[in-house]
């Protein structure tokens, strides 16, 4: 298994007040796959995305990519993880507001020893054309574009999309999973998305239905449907 997480456990706050958020999550994903981590607000998946991310950290439990735990790591080796092996997309953009499409898709080529071709990058996500305007120029759906290209440009081995469109119109969304799918297929990473959009789940080669900080559900789709194919 390329990604393992094992016993994951989340705490917040102290004494009376104390809070179990993550309650001895685990699961396995296999490299290249789309997994879908589905669940209401407050089922704790954007924790749980955060930890495999190494934003936030476990109170017990661990994480491991390709053999490499999280736990066993210092605030030097986790930062130098992120920037080998992470990509990060969430709802909102992060966008640097001077810099064109193509210097804010760049900043992450930065953070590589092998990033992608930039050209080549433009064109996949369809951005070519706009490179370089601002995002003040861009729609929505072009903005979730750049910050797409701007994290996998590094060629991380995993992207993680915490409700990437979760603020966009649903034909734009169509569009953003579209361009997800056709990273996964031309790139070959390993993508995982967190959302509640039941829909989104039948894009995914595996789906991890979350509540109250537990696993309820966990299958693989033995037929995928396409995301230009979704509604909701």
Same mark, same amino acid.
Request: a negative charge; aromatic letters at 6%; glycine letters at 10%.
């Given at each position: 298994?390329?990604?393992?997480?094992?016993?994951?456990?989340?705490?917040?706050?102290?004494?009376?007040?104390?809070?179990?958020?993550?309650?001895?999550?685990?699961?396995?994903?296999?490299?290249?796959?789309?997994?879908?981590?589905?669940?209401?607000?407050?089922?704790?998946?954007?924790?749980?995305?955060?930890?495999?991310?190494?934003?936030?950290?476990?109170?017990?439990?661990?994480?491991?990519?390709?053999?490499?735990?999280?736990?066993?790591?210092?605030?030097?080796k986790l930062?130098?993880?992120?920037?080998?092996?992470?990509?990060?997309?969430?709802?909102?953009?992060?966008?640097?507001?001077?810099?064109?499409?193509?210097?804010?898709i760049e900043?992450?080529?930065?953070?590589?020893? #092998? =990033?992608?071709? $930039?050209?080549?990058?433009?064109? /996949?996500?369809? +951005?070519?054309?706009?490179?370089? !305007?601002?995002?003040? &120029?861009?729609?929505?759906?072009?903005?979730?574009?750049?910050?797409?290209?701007?994290?996998?440009?590094? #060629? =991380?081995?995993? $992207?993680?999309?915490?409700?990437? /469109?979760?603020? +966009?119109?649903?034909?734009?969304? !169509?569009?953003?999973? &579209?361009?997800?799918?056709?990273?996964?297929?031309?790139?070959?990473?390993?993508?995982?998305?967190?959302?509640?959009?039941?829909?989104?789940?039948?894009?995914?080669?595996?789906?991890?239905?979350?509540?109250?900080?537990?696993?309820?559900?966990?299958?693989?789709?033995?037929?995928?449907?396409?995301?230009?194919?979704?509604?909701?």
């Amino acid at each position: 298994m390329y990604l393992e997480i094992e016993n994951l456990h989340k705490f917040y706050g102290e004494g009376e007040t104390k809070t179990e958020v993550l309650k001895g999550i685990g699961f396995g994903i296999e490299k290249g796959q789309i997994c879908v981590l589905l669940g209401p607000s407050g089922s704790g998946k954007s924790t749980l995305l955060n930890i495999i991310g190494g934003i936030d950290n476990a109170d017990e439990g661990c994480i491991s990519i390709n053999g490499e735990k999280t736990e066993n790591m210092n605030e030097k080796k986790l930062s130098l993880y992120r920037r080998k092996h992470l990509g990060y997309v969430f709802q909102s953009y992060n966008l640097i507001p001077n810099l064109t499409v193509k210097e804010n898709i760049e900043v992450g080529a930065y953070l590589s020893d #092998n =990033p992608l071709e $930039l050209e080549d990058l433009l064109k /996949t996500i369809g +951005l070519w054309e706009h490179k370089d !305007k601002m995002p003040n &120029q861009l729609s929505g759906g072009q903005q979730q574009r750049t910050a797409i290209g701007r994290a996998i440009i590094k #060629n =991380p081995d995993i $992207l993680l999309c915490d409700e990437p /469109t979760g603020a +966009l119109d649903y034909q734009t969304s !169509k569009d953003i999973l &579209q361009l997800i799918e056709r990273v996964n297929k031309k790139f070959g990473n390993t993508i995982i998305i967190v959302t509640h959009n039941d829909a989104i789940k039948l894009m995914a080669d595996k789906v991890i239905k979350l509540r109250d900080g537990a696993v309820r559900k966990e299958y693989t789709n033995d037929k995928k449907t396409a995301a230009a194919d979704l509604e909701w």
